[in-house]
């Protein structure tokens, strides 16, 4: 959808680094959503947020960070803590939670 | 909490066959079900959902049916082409709470 955008398309981390994905919408939906996909593999709910200034963990939330300050923005932080983070991220957004979701075009994330 | 679970894993069919994928969910309470279709790289897409207030919905070629009592939900695809080729992911949710996606399905339609 071109209601949400994710930057960059790819991104390379090094050791040790912590990299910054974002996600921005203007469909001004109040949920948020990060998933993250493995080759082959299906959507594992990282972090998610119903309203700003709050969060919510998913399933596989250890070494990832989020902040919702803003409606239209929910940027997701790979820590050094996540040891194996080579993966596809993909941002979605939906009007509440438990509605339909709309996906951006994802990040791929590699580490060098 | 909700678990769903999708099958099969993979689906090959000749072009115009037609494809039937399987979702069962565990949580009764579950009353919205979306299908989505994602291509090689790309983002899942929307294609059709229902909710549990109806048995069937159709949208052209595909169609998907829900049996709340056994809490299962099924795809169905007719005089499938190469261009379904893709990912399909199944998803539950009830209320306001967030979707649980199935594994999903390989489909690939043969010419």
């Known amino acids: 959808d071109g209601g949400i955008t994710q930057s960059p398309k790819y991104l390379f981390r090094k050791e040790g680094q912590n990299v910054t994905l974002s996600c921005e919408q203007n469909l001004n939906h109040d949920a948020m959503y990060w998933y993250r996909q493995d080759p082959g593999q299906g959507l594992r709910l990282i972090y998610y947020?119903?309203?700003?200034?709050?969060?919510q963990k998913g399933d596989i939330a250890e070494g990832y960070s989020v902040s919702r300050e803003k409606k239209e923005s929910f940027p997701l932080t790979v820590t050094s803590a996540q040891k194996n983070p080579t993966a596809f991220y993909l941002c979605a957004s939906s009007i509440l939670e438990g509605q339909p979701q709309h996906f951006g075009d994802g990040t791929r994330l590699s580490i060098l | 909490g909700e678990n769903v679970e999708q099958h099969p894993s993979t689906l090959s069919v000749q072009e115009g066959d037609s494809a039937v994928i399987k979702c069962t969910y565990s949580?009764?309470?579950?009353?919205?079900f979306p299908w989505y279709k994602q291509e090689l790289g790309k983002r899942p897409q929307l294609i059709i959902d229902?909710?549990?207030?109806?048995g069937e919905k159709k949208d052209q070629r595909i169609a998907v049916t829900l049996n709340k009592t056994a809490k299962h939900f099924s795809l169905h695809i007719t005089e499938t082409q190469p261009e379904d080729s893709a990912v399909y992911f199944c998803a539950a949710s009830k209320g306001f709470q967030k979707l649980v996606f199935g594994t999903g399905t390989r489909l690939l339609v043969s010419p």
């Open positions: 229902i909710r549990s207030n109806v």
């Open positions: 947020s119903q309203i700003v200034n709050d969060f």
């Open positions: 949580d009764s309470a579950s009353n919205y």
